[in-house]
């Protein structure tokens, strides 16, 4: 357990990445998930679709699944898309929401990922609602301003540590090897715990906030130290059982 008494969560994003034969990752997490890990730190795999009955069927109770995006409604004339239910479905307990990867490639905006969120709490999902800011924007000084409007827009009224995770990924570090220095992190996750306890009261204080952007076991150490980050989301490095694990095992005594 954190200093600040919430679990944290170590969550993988494998994006459009993995086959059948992927499942071997996975049995190689579960079988590096020792007690005093899964004690320390939750553990969550985002596989495409394709794979999350096969994974939520073998990992059990022991490592949590998740979608890594769903839409607004329950169901209907919405080709190629899948909805909040079908992922609970599928055995699913979170989605990912809003990365940066479909706010630009998929024009989401902070509305359309607000209503995902409501969607996922009432299909009995927990939404991953992600925010983050632009190198341009960093350099503009407007990193805050965009990251307080993206966590206002997107999550939604009446959010609980139940229902909402929050991730902080600085566009500009996401698969490119570039961190924030760990004041930077503290301010922007400040912020987020402020605007959330603002908007939640006390449910605000409960609600986890990863940082994702380049994390790896390397840095793991010193960005899950800094206050008010409650753990991680993992692109790349979760796609290799022994870097996924070891970012976890940043949360060992
Ligand atoms: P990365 O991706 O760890 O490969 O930078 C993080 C993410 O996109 O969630």
Redesign the pocket.
Known sequence: MARDGLRPLV?G?W?MNGLKSSVSVLDEILSGYSDDLASAVELLVCPPVTLLHAFSGRAGSAIAVGGQDAHQSVSGAYTGSVSAEMLSDLGATYV?LG???RRAHHRESDDEICAKAEAARHAGLTAIV?VGETREEREAGRALEIVASQVDGSVPDGATAHDTVV?Y?PVW?????LTPDAADVAEVHALIRHRLTDRFDEAGTGIRILY?????PQNARELMGVADVNG???????LVAADFLGIARAYLP
């Open positions: 969550a994003n994006k990912i990365h940066s990867e992600c991730a990924e570090a996401i698969g490119t090897g994702g952007g380049s994390v790896k991680a989301l993992v692109g790349g490095a979760s």
